[in-house]
């Protein structure tokens, strides 16, 4: 039994018995000449799969280890009775922190206060919902938009649902929809320059989810012709490729690596292969299997002048330094090497640390301090 399997995915070897030929290729690289004699097909979003990728091959279940499902033909695997699964919500800690990280940039660029803003959430799913529940401890009034979700009558009830025109409104934006062309809820193109035209000056838009959901003409006009509006975008139409013009006038622009952390990456590989395993019912593993993710003792709060308030939100920017990271990306866009060095920039990210995991010193902080950290999502210290 052969299973195909992206090299980056952080599957465990010793789950899979010997019956099993595991065989790691390059996401990008995968193509149906390698499909011919695979049972299944492990990949992350790089890697497209319908009917050009799989027909006539012997695939009968596909996982992708992303929360995102818009690069699987779900309709024809559906069609063909082919199994499938994602991993949804195993990297929202990871987008949070990206977004927290974003959001701290912001606020000390600016000098505004956390407790003054009104945020707007678009999609209330695993990650917007916690972003959102974040975002309130911090004293954020925090508004969501989530259509589908308010219709299907299960929504958490603690969440304020507005229209799309009023998010617009507000001074931050954040994004957590899928990518969805047609249907009754699409999500191409939702944030248009309708959208960007309305909201107030010195704003911050951050798109973490799908380079599609955003018009990215409209966004590049909104980021040249109004100098105090900001963008923090990790996503885009067509990656690798990208718009030059566009990560020039982001604030930060990385090459989607939100949902990127250690524990992301080994909590997304084990839920599609716990899966696959199931499917293919061996049961000689144990789906309660632990990984190592637990807090670390950080010295990186060292580094920062904690005995002032205003400057407990340089913590995040010393964790997660998108700053640097943007940095790089825009000079190999500049140089137009981001095609090749995009997966790269990304590879460079597998050791990184979700907040949660980052021990901090209680002593060292005020009460004050404490609240926001632990809103932000850092482990403090029991003593």
Known sequence: MIVVADVELAL??????????????????????????????????ITVVDAKLLHDTPVRFVGTATAGTDHLDIEYLQECGISYCSAAGCNANAVIDYCMTGLAQWLLSTGRQVQELEVGIVGAGHTGSELARRLTRLGCQVLVNDPPLQASGIADTRLEFVSLATISKCHVVSLHVPYIFGSEFPTHLLIDGEFLEAMPE??????????????????????LTRSNCSAVIDVWKGEPEVDAKLVAAATIATPHIAGYSNKAKKGAAAKVQTALLNFLAIDQFSDTKQINTGPFQSSLDEAVDLNYPDNIWKLPTEVLRLTQLS?????????????????????????????????????????????????????????
């Open 12 to 45: 465990d070897n010793s789950l899979f018995p010997p019956e099993i030929q595991l065989r790691r290729v390059r996401g990008r690289s995968i193509n149906r000449s390698l499909l011919q004699d695979a049972n299944a097909l492990l990949v992350r979003s």
């Open 327 to 383: 940095d790089r990306f825009k000079s190999l866009v500049r140089e137009n090497q981001n095609r090749s060095k995009f997966d790269s920039l990304r590879s460079e990210l597998r050791q990184r640390r979700e907040f949660s995991e980052i021990q901090l010193e209680s002593h060292r902080l005020s009460a004050v301090e404490q609240q926001t950290c632990q809103a932000l999502g850092f482990c403090l210290d029991t003593d």
């Open 202 to 223: 010195q704003s911050l838009l951050i798109n973490s989810c799908r380079g599609g959901v955003v018009d990215e003409a409209a966004c590049l006009r909104h980021l």
